[in-house]
């Protein structure tokens, strides 16, 4: 009985080490760098085309943001202070801009 004891104790203790890494890394602050901006043009109507400006303007900041400080700074959920500048152009053409400082954790 003494050697379940011992075994039960150590699975324990390693499970309350394991959630003390756990809650520290998820409370853990992230880590930014300087904005980064990211733009595109788009053609639709009915604003299909402002929908497909910001889907490229979202992949064109990834990409630069990857190109800047690595891929893991490269996702666009992570960052942070995002803004967007949405303007319909001419007939059909659409402008979208967003500037975000990416971010990792």
Known sequence: MRTTTKMAAVV????????GFGSADANAA???RAAVEGA?????????????????ARANWQ???RSLYGPRY?????????????KKGAILLAKCVVVAK???Y
């Not at 043009?41 to 400006?53: E, P």
């Open 12 to 19: 324990a203790a390693a499970a309350m080490i394991a959630v």
């Open 30 to 32: 992230p880590r930014c």
């Open 40 to 56: 595109a043009t788009a053609t639709g109507i009915l604003g299909s085309g402002s929908a497909k400006a910001r889907v490229e």
């Open 63 to 65: 990409a630069t943001a």
């Open 74 to 86: 490269a996702s666009f959920w992570s960052a942070q202070n995002k803004q967007w500048d949405c």
């Open 102 to 104: 990416p971010c990792r």
